[in-house]
């Protein structure tokens, strides 16, 4: 029996790309590209607030697993979407250079698992809405203006990165 001799496309020199880590068992004609740093810009069919992202975030993750995938995929997945919320994104695509997650797009909106499984995510797991209302706690006066979230940050959503510390 003969064997094949490829090499990835767009690669005229024929050596590998250094984003492919040597995976040759990626979905066939998949394309794969680095994680994208810029988040969704998306505004929600109702005003929500954090806690209402927060669980409808977590009602997500809580039942993907149960329908198709791998648990350890979704469990990737939602890692790196969480050091992406963080503005981490070395640790994020780490997280998915890791699991072995290819990337047609450079988004985690689609993404496959090196036996050719899709995953989705919604855009509300992956950043929060334009229209996201701040809760203020009690003990915060009211009169005092609240701070401007940092550059690259569209909302107050608190995180623990891997330093532990904790972002937002």
Known sequence: MGGCVGRERGDSRGQGSSRAG????RKRGA???PLKKERPKWKSDYPMTEGQLRSKRDEFWDTAPAFEGRKEIWDALKA???ALECNDHELAQAIVDGASITLPHGTLNECYDELGNRYQ???YCLAPPLNLISERSEEEPSDTPEAPPPPGRSSPS???C???ETCG
């Open 158 to 160: 608190r995180c623990v």
């Open 31 to 33: 394309r794969n590209e």
């Open 121 to 123: 995510l919604p855009v």
């Open 162 to 164: 891997r330093r532990g």
């Open 80 to 82: 790196a979407a969480v």
């Open 22 to 25: 040597g995976r040759t068992g």
